[in-house]
C-alpha cells in the first residue's frame, strides 16, 4: 500500500489527538496502517476512535497501551479516523496513521 497521507503526533498528555483521516477509497482493501510506538517511560492508553465524515460523535474501535503495528480494513465510504490520548501518568508515544 503506497502512503498517500499521514498523520503523527507525539502524544504526553490526556485529551491530545492526531488529526483525522480517512482509508483510501478505490483500492480493493480501502484500508489504512497504524503504527504505535511508546517511549520506555510511558504509561498510558491510546484509543483508536471513528466517527462519520459528517462529524458524529467519536467512537472507541480500540485502545492500545504499549506499542502495536496493525493494518485496518473499512469498506464502509465516510469513515474517518484518530488516535487519541485517552489517559497519560508519564513518557511520551509517538502515533502515526497512514494510508
Known amino acids: 500500500m503506497a502512503i498517500i497521507s499521514l498523520v503523527e503526533a507525539t502524544l504526553d498528555a490526556a485529551a ?5 483521516i480517512s482509508p483510501e477509497r478505490g483500492s480493493p482493501n ?13 504509561v498510558g492508553t491510546i484509543q483508536l476512535q471513528k466517527r462519520r465524515a459528517s462529524g458524529e460523535d467519536a467512537k472507541v ?33 509517538v502515533v502515526e496513521l497512514y494510508k
Do not use: F
Request: glycine residues 8%; charged residues 25%.
Open 61 to 93: 474501535v480500540k485502545e492500545y497501551t504499549t506499542d502495536a503495528e496493525e493494518s485496518l480494513e473499512d469498506p464502509v465510504r465516510g469513515t474517518q479516523y484518530r488516535l487519541y490520548c485517552s489517559a497519560c501518568t508519564g513518557g511520551e508515544t
Open 30 to 42: 480501502q484500508g489504512m496502517d497504524i503504527s504505535i510506538e511508546c517511549s520506555s517511560a510511558w
Open 16 to 20: 491530545e489527538a492526531t488529526d483525522w
